[in-house]
């Protein structure tokens, strides 16, 4: 039988991942291989530089930067606390007047320049630490850097995300996944879960989630027009998930109001009530990145499809999204891979597919306009 190779979008009633847990610079790690971690378990640890703080001493003494080593009270490198005296000058007859400059910080008394009068103060550093963010165990451990994390897990990518990684108890409040999720739907019980929504969510409602302590929001789609609003900024091609809103949002189907995949619905809902890890990290360019929901399973979880198709594998009978125009965002399945090229509107000639929509109609469109939906 014809396959053929595509990007997707996954979703998996059961799956085993892999999850890189790294620091932004080297440091200690606290777990070992074989060791089984909750998504709260630090595995690793690290301290960033403190920010420096540049303060004029010459100027402030009112004397040339030759001066100031033999006015200096501190030696480079030694701890320095807040209001504590940094440098004096002499005074008048070695005994009146004096000037004395004290620390603006808690620190390190890093350096003096002679030659400017600069002294280079350092806050403390700033720890981090980095958890497991998947209940698993450790597969491998990356020296100094962090580690490897397997989980058994049902495993769910959006199309896209905004919000970084947070965590909860999965919670429906739509009934369909062509439901709308409306202000009533958000109530005072959503605090501190991960609401799964159906075909959309407005800019209003999602300002309610995010008041109503809400941790994550999944939904079909959202107004791109509202995005920038949310933001403060036009996104344009950045890498999302450091955003500082106070909640996590993923999107299933893209922008607008675009009913949620119906296996992607049944199986949030089959989870509802268990702990989600859910990052809303997205990178469309070179190195994709989708946003996801990953739901632990116990150890003898076992999938109720079977599958030997390598990832990416598309063949007849697979589910397919269109991310293109005239189909954007329409959900099929493959009819027919016609091995030949064929001559498009655009005139190039290009491997196409053949694509049955829901309604039972038959559409030929090039590979590259749509993505599989693997599950």
């Given at each position: ?49 403190g920010?420096v ?13 030759s ?52 002294a ?20 491998e ?121 119906e ?15 859910v ?34 594998a ?58 599989l939906?693997?599950?």
């Open positions: 039988m014809a396959f053929a190779y595509t990007p997707g979008l996954r979703v998996a009633d059961v799956a085993d991942i892999l999850k890189i847990r790294r620091l932004p610079l080297k440091g200690e790690v606290l777990a070992a291989v074989g060791d089984s971690i909750e998504a709260d378990t630090v595995v690793a640890r690290t301290e960033l530089p920010n703080k540049m303060f004029n001493i010459a100027n402030l003494l009112g004397v040339p930067p001066d100031i080593p033999e006015l200096l009270l501190k030696k480079e490198g030694e701890v320095i606390s807040a209001d504590e005296p940094l440098a004096q000058s002499k005074g008048l007859f070695g005994k009146y007047f004096k000037n004395t400059v004290k620390s603006p910080i808690d620190g390190v008394f890093e350096s003096f320049n002679e030659i400017t009068g600069q280079v103060l350092r806050e403390p550093p700033i720890p981090v630490e980095i958890d497991g963010y998947v209940k698993g165990k450790v597969t451990v990356l020296s100094g850097e962090g580690v490897v994390v397997e989980t058994h897990c049902t495993f769910v990518q959006g199309i896209f995300g905004i919000g970084g990684e947070v965590r909860g108890e999965l919670k429906m409040v739509c009934s369909a996944p062509d439901q709308e999720i409306t202000a009533d739907k958000i109530t005072p019980d959503c605090k501190d879960k991960i609401v799964i929504g159906g075909n959309y969510i407005s800019h209003s409602v999602l300002k309610k989630a995010i008041s109503t302590g809400v941790k994550a929001v999944v939904a079909g789609g959202f107004d791109d027009k509202d995005l920038k609003d949310l933001l403060g900024f036009d996104l344009g091609v950045a890498i999302t998930g450091h955003e500082k809103l106070g909640i996590t949002l993923i999107l299933t189907e893209g922008f607008g109001k675009m009913t949620m995949a296996g992607t619905f049944e199986l949030l809902k089959l989870r509802e009530g268990m702990v989600a890890s990052n809303g990290a997205t990178q469309i360019r070179a190195g994709v990145m989708r946003p996801e929901i990953v739901v632990p399973l116990p150890a003898d979880a076992v999938s109720d499809t079977t599958s030997s198709k390598q990832a990416g598309m063949d007849i009978g697979s589910s397919i999204r269109c991310i293109r125009s005239p189909f954007f965002g329409m959900i099929g399945r493959v009819a027919a891979l016609p091995p030949e090229l064929q001559v498009v509107d655009s005139e190039a000639k290009v491997r196409v597919l053949e694509v049955e929509f829901h309604d039972g109609k038959r559409y030929t469109v090039p590979r590259a306009n749509v993505e939906i693997e599950g």
